[in-house]
């Protein structure tokens, strides 16, 4: 069993839909829970961080965190063609652990 | 947020050489982190720079392989010894975000190395 999985892809959304992406993770004494976006050709960068459960929102993306689920997820409402990337999942419990990603496409 | 800046960022090695990749961050920082990507996979974490310290390295990673030194509290550099072909990746230099919210990683712009 992988220590962190996503939801496999690709995923395509028309524009202005929600996207949802699923990770669930295997270490319960994880921590810290991130959504990185990675464009193609470019390293990731950090978009979503959230540390407690229940619903974490920052413009369009909304965290969820389920800690007896094991379970971390984010939507992107009103999505948009420059949202389309990897979406990588990343777990800490001391250090980062990545899952393999969702592909994101957003068709106009 | 950090500034990092990776070198080189990209090169055709040929196989049984070594590369250095030097990485620089803007801020002093503890903990430095080296990843490869491999085409179309997610980031593996190879070793943990500390300065002052021998890096740690993750499991199925090793020194002889890829030596890293961490000089000072803005620099490390990651050298790829002896390449293969299976090292052709992009490998990414990585530093945390300081402050209550640990684990935040920012990240260079990676070096892609391909080997022939």
């Known amino acids: 069993q992988k220590e962190v999985e996503q939801n496999s892809g690709p995923l395509s959304v028309p524009e202005g839909a929600i996207a949802s992406l699923n990770c669930t993770y295997s270490?319960?004494?994880?921590?810290?829970f991130f959504w990185y976006r990675q464009y193609s050709g470019k390293s990731p960068e950090l978009i979503m961080s959230?540390?407690?459960?229940g619903d974490k929102e920052d413009g369009r993306f909304t965290a969820q965190l389920n800690k007896a689920s094991q379970y971390v997820s984010l939507l992107i409402r009103d999505s948009q063609p420059s949202d389309s990337a990897t979406y990588l999942c990343?777990?800490?419990?001391?250090?980062?652990?990545f899952g393999d990603g969702t592909t994101l496409t957003v068709k106009p | 947020s950090a500034v990092i800046s990776q070198k080189p960022s990209r090169d055709i090695c040929q196989r049984g050489t070594s590369l250095t990749i030097q990485c620089q961050v803007d801020s002093q920082v503890t903990m430095m982190f080296w990843y490869r990507q491999q085409p179309g996979q997610s980031l593996t974490l190879i070793a943990t720079a500390n300065q002052g310290s021998e890096a740690t390295y993750e499991s199925g990673f090793v020194i002889d392989k890829f030596p890293i030194s961490r000089p000072n509290l803005t620099f490390s550099t990651l050298t790829v010894s002896n390449m293969s072909p299976e090292d052709s990746s992009i490998y990414l230099c990585?530093?945390?975000?300081?402050?209550?919210?640990?684990?935040?990683?920012?990240f260079g712009e990676g070096s892609r190395l391909t080997v022939l």
């Open positions: 990343a777990v800490t419990a001391g250090k980062s652990t």
């Open positions: 959230i540390y407690s459960n």
């Open positions: 990585s530093v945390q975000r300081s402050g209550p919210n640990t684990g935040e990683l920012f």
């Open positions: 270490d319960r004494g994880s921590q810290s």
